[in-house]
């Protein structure tokens, strides 16, 4: 029976028997009416444990059978992702969406590479097609927040980190992403919240001075571990934190005028 063997072959392949789910791929592929189908599970199967070759050649086969057989495509994609070729995954993720424009899993990638070479804005928008498609993609949400965050746009990146575990809870990466930006954000809340302060206090020209230099100092120091916190991150640069290093420069400009009195 095709279908069994088919099956056994995604329970072999689930569990890493990586070996034991191409022979029963294999004995599918004989029987199945619809081989494609088996070509591109055993592309996976290889994509798996980054044998790469046999990937591209299991997906190419289902696609002789099948010429618009979006999965495969979507396979390739993958497999060129892995394979460090940018370019040629956007073109494989299109290629799938030509023929299946409800794949959702082509969009979030489409974003994810985006994301990946710093195109933050251009990235969202895949994203967002995803969540049309399927509201309910955690993995969506949690890229739409790593975009936020690296545009220095933390309340709106906390939104996305939550809608994610809303709909994942045990999603581990989301958890981990929004719990540091909430320390990040109240980090920097503090900080301007006290220099805001020390510039409202009647103080003395030097107590204002020495005030507001420590206050700048938080302020910096929060900074930094924020910056710190998303610099290893493809696509950071200055910019993204230009909100928040502006309210810094504006604020040091106070301090500089204090001390020059």
Known sequence: NYVAYKNLGLILAEKGDISGALNA???AIRHHPYPHTVYYSAGNAMLQIKNQK???????????????FAPAYYGLGLLAVQAGQTDKALQNYE??????PDLAD??????????????LEQAV?????????????????????????????LEQAIVQFQTALAYKPDY?????????????????????????????????????????R??????????????????????????????LTGVAEVLQAYGQAAQAD
């Open 25 to 27: 791929y294999n004995q």
């Open 54 to 68: 046999e990937a591209e050649r299991y997906y190419h086969q289902a696609l002789k059978i099948k010429p618009d």
């Open 214 to 243: 420590q206050r700048h100092d938080e302020l910096m120091a929060a900074l930094d571990a924020f910056q710190a916190a998303i610099a290893g991150q493809p696509g950071f640069t200055e910019a993204n934190l230009a909100n």
């Open 125 to 153: 928008v895949p994203l967002q097609r995803a969540l049309a498609i399927n509201p309910y993609m955690a993995r969506a949400h949690n890229n739409i927040g790593l975009a936020r965050v690296r545009q220095g746009r």
């Open 172 to 212: 581990r990466r989301a958890r981990t992403n929004l719990m540091r930006v909430r320390a990040d954000h109240r980090r920097i809340a503090r900080a301007v919240a006290g220099l805001q302060a020390a510039l409202e206090l009647d103080l003395s020209e030097s107590e204002a001075a020495d005030r507001l």
């Open 106 to 119: 082509a969009e979030l990638n489409i974003g994810v590479v985006y994301l990946s070479q710093g195109k």
């Open 95 to 100: 290629q799938a969406l030509e023929y299946d």
